[in-house]
């Protein structure tokens, strides 16, 4: 089922956007270990210390 959102609204016009959720099927889970591993990480490449 698409969702629409406005993006701006007048008198006279709206503007929408059409957002359509891709179904795929998960593969694995990641637990939430393995998740906060993967932020610090991706923190530290950008020079963000932690």
């Known amino acids: ?3 629409f959102n406005i993006l ?4 006279k016009n709206t503007v929408v956007t059409e957002y359509k959720p891709e179904s795929r099927k ?3 889970y990641r637990n939430e270990a ?3 591993a993967e ?3 991706l923190l530290c ?3 963000m210390s932690i």
């Open 45 to 47: 490449e950008k020079g």
């Open 1 to 3: 089922m698409p969702y």
């Open 34 to 36: 393995g998740l906060e």
């Open 8 to 11: 701006a609204e007048t008198n």
């Open 39 to 41: 932020f610090i990480r």
């Open 26 to 28: 998960v593969e694995h």
